[in-house]
C-alpha cells in the first residue's frame, strides 16, 4: 500500500506564493518520477511540473519562471513552489508519482486546493 500525502494549499491574493508538499508513504522501492498535476472546474486535468529520481525536470508553460519543483529522494517527498500566482492558477492540485514496486505503478494524491483570489 502506498499513499501520497500533499498539504500547502489554501487561498492567496494575485500575485502572492504558496508552497505544496507531497510525501510518499509505504511499500516504495523507489520512485521514477513525481509531479503535480491540477485540474479546475470544468476542465481536464493537465500537467503542472515533474521531476524525475535523477533531476530533470519538465513544467507546463504556463507556469514556467514562476513554479520551481524540486524533490527529495532520501524522503519520497516532492515540493512545489509557486510564486506570482494568478487567478487561472486556481484549482485542485494533484501530487503524482510512478512509484517501483516490483514493477512501476502510478500513484495520485487525494488533492489539495489552491485558490487565487482578491
Known amino acids: 500500500q502506498v499513499q501520497l500525502v500533499e498539504s500547502g494549499g489554501g487561498l492567496v491574493q494575485p500575485g502572492g506564493s504558496l508552497r505544496l508538499s507531497c510525501a510518499a508513504s509505504g511499500s516504495i522501492f523507489s520512485i521514477n518520477a513525481m509531479g503535480w498535476y491540477r485540474q479546475a472546474p470544468g476542465k481536464q486535468r493537465e500537467l503542472v511540473a515533474r521531476?524525475?529520481?535523477?533531476?530533470?525536470?519538465n513544467y507546463a508553460d504556463s507556469v514556467k519562471g514562476r513554479f520551481t519543483i524540486a524533490s527529495n529522494n532520501a524522503k519520497n517527498t516532492v515540493y512545489l513552489q509557486m510564486n506570482s500566482l494568478k487567478p487561472e492558477d486556481t484549482a485542485v492540485y494533484y501530487c503524482h508519482a510512478l512509484v517501483v514496486i516490483t514493477t512501476t505503478i502510478p500513484y495520485w494524491g487525494q488533492g489539495t486546493q489552491v485558490t487565487v483570489s482578491s
Open positions: 521531476i524525475t529520481r535523477g533531476g530533470d525536470t
